[in-house]
């Protein structure tokens, strides 16, 4: 794939950050929302609780998509930025190789998903959970590591 070399690091930094609160108020909502529909206090008839899990589903591949594209994004600008900052390789080989664990849960989780009744939401809670195992610290080491390289700085709230 060509590398597209007019990037602007700097820009790249900042939709890269901006993607990462994004993702992260995505899996607060949809962590709530399972929680809520799987939880003690979910006493619903099976059609109405069938058409919430159908949902969640739903959204669950939707998340699985935005992380898959947020992943796909920063793999591609990689290659510009080791041009551009040698010194921060071994980042970017980790960065790397964390996105295709990633990946391949997202791979597995989407199967799963597809090849399920619709009936439990417990199973998909903790497939979820095990897919996203770990990124909140890949964000971390992503914003500790690679942003200020790119001339970002990261505000500590975030
Ligand atoms: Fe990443
Ligand atoms: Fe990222």
Redesign the pocket.
């Known amino acids: 794939m060509p590398v597209p070399q007019d990037i602007d690091s700097q820009a790249a930094g900042r939709q890269l950050l901006t993607g990462h609160r994004e993702l992260r108020a995505q899996l607060a909502e949809l962590r709530a929302s399972l929680d809520e529909t799987g939880g003690p206090g979910a006493v619903r008839d099976a059609g109405a609780n069938a058409a919430l899990i159908q949902q969640l589903r739903a959204r669950c591949l939707e998340y699985c998509l935005g992380l898959h594209h947020?992943?796909t994004m920063?793999d591609s600008a990689f290659p510009v930025f080791e041009q551009r900052y040698p010194e921060i390789a071994p980042v970017i080989e980790r960065?790397r190789e964390?996105?295709r664990q990633v990946a391949a849960g997202l791979e597995r989780l989407g199967k799963l998903v597809a090849a399920d009744d619709g009936q439990d939401v417990t199973w998909l809670k903790e497939e979820l959970e095990r897919t996203v195992a770990g990124l909140e610290e890949?964000f971390r080491y992503?914003e500790t590591h690679l942003l200020p390289a790119l001339g970002v700085i990261v505000p500590p709230t975030t």
């Open positions: 947020h992943h920063e960065l964390e996105h890949h992503e």
